[in-house]
């Protein structure tokens, strides 16, 4: 297969990312109950990794090209490997920040990379769109397997041993990556040589008004997606009454739903057009929360019921319906532009989605102090009606950029 290497990196380097940026729910919970922090203490790490996401990406993102792209993301990997490995010999929440920190930098320097990739190592739109799909999936593999793997060390009373094991994937993939071949020099031959100019072009993208409601749309999707993802195992763990190892493995449902409603998406959108999809499984995320809710708040006791299990189950089922907007609109508007542009363009995608994780697991975490977690939940039901909002007019924009 032709670009088998250089594809196969790219997906280790989704992989590995996966894993650490989507274990801030299982890491709050245990720093909740390991370091003794509050709530609203432990939702800090959402911000460690979304806010240094967005402030490097913004700084960056049109620099990369100059840079290069394999550098870039031998780079980022390396940050990951130090940062894994001093987690477990610097056991505290200090450093529970600072390494999650380091995997916002090497986030951003990564999917800057990758997406910027796709562009050189395919031909035409439907590729794109397939390879993007196939990193998405890729990148939500690693999402169930985070649950996973850190559940079944947490069940061992030695959590932080999964960081040893992310540590040597992340070797690896750097190995891989330096003996890989990618020619660059399309990038190389169509970038201005003036760095200020790439970083106004970046700004520049956000005055179109296809741009303008991609970034919002994107924004909000994020935003319910880390709500309910970052505190689905606290979600859990204090108002449905499971204990720490149940509450990470029924998260974990959250996770498989979306992956597996990527993969249907994938054969449902070649008969129906995307924007339908995307709409109608915004109403169905609605439904389950009016139907969900109130059967957790019928729960009580401070043991877990069968009613717990329940609702556990079926809530994570969201992510089934909400899984294909995310690679949907990132393919339509990477798609759209210019190679030497999609490093901005992917730019801009990394700081809105990463404020929409920060705003979302930070409003979610007062709203669940606060109001308590069904409340919080429920009011997820706004930004819901939001994006259906928003679909509708972007994909009449989306629409007119292709007919132009």
Request: glycine share 6%; aromatic share 12%; hydrophobic share 55%.
């Amino acid at each position: 297969m032709k670009f088998f290497q250089i594809k196969l990196s790219l997906f280790l380097c989704f992989f590995v990312c996966a894993i650490l940026l989507n274990s801030v729910g299982i890491v709050i919970l245990q720093s909740i109950n390991n370091y003794g922090i509050t709530n609203v203490s432990a939702s800090i790490l959402e911000a460690c990794k979304d806010l240094t996401i967005a402030i490097v990406s913004f700084f960056v993102a049109s620099l990369i090209p100059h840079f290069g792209y394999k550098k870039s993301m031998i780079i980022g990997l390396t940050l990951i490997t130090l940062a894994c490995i001093a987690m477990p010999l610097l056991d505290s929440f200090w450093m529970t920040k600072l390494m999650f920190v380091c995997v916002g930098i090497a986030f951003a320097l990564i999917k800057v990379s990758v997406y910027s990739t796709v562009g050189i190592i395919t031909n035409s739109p439907q590729e794109h769109a397939s390879l993007i799909s196939w990193l998405e999936g890729t990148f939500q593999i690693g999402v169930v397997l985070c649950y996973f793997v850190f559940s079944f060390f947490i069940e061992r009373g030695t959590w932080l041993t999964t960081y040893w094991i992310i540590a040597a994937i992340s070797l690896l993939t750097i190995i891989l990556l330096i003996f890989t071949n990618l020619d660059e020099s399309r990038i190389e031959a169509s970038i201005e040589p003036k760095i200020t100019r790439d970083f106004l072009h970046m700004l520049g993208l956000v005055k179109l008004p296809i741009v303008l409601v991609f970034i919002l749309s994107i924004f909000i999707y994020v935003f319910i997606e880390q709500g309910i993802q970052s505190w689905l195992p606290t979600f859990n763990n204090s108002v449905l009454h499971l204990s720490d190892y149940a509450s990470v493995i029924f998260a974990s449902i959250f996770a498989l739903s979306i992956a597996t409603g990527r993969i249907a998406s994938g054969f449902i959108m070649k008969k129906v057009y995307w924007e339908k999809v995307v709409i109608i499984g915004l109403i169905c995320c609605a439904v389950l929360i009016l139907i969900i809710m109130p059967m957790a708040q019928n729960i009580s006791g401070d043991s877990w019921s069968y009613l717990s299990i329940l609702t556990a189950s079926l809530l994570p089922l969201i992510g089934f319906f909400i899984a294909p907007i995310y690679p949907t609109l990132c393919s339509s508007i990477l798609s759209s532009q210019p190679a030497h542009l999609q490093s901005s363009m992917a730019g801009l995608i990394i700081i809105f989605s990463a404020l929409g994780g920060t705003i979302g697991s930070r409003v979610v975490s007062e709203l669940f102090t606060i109001l308590g977690g069904e409340v919080a939940f429920y009011i997820i039901l706004v930004p819901i009606s939001l994006l259906i909002l928003l679909v509708i007019p972007y994909a009449r924009l989306h629409k007119k950029a292709n007919a132009s």
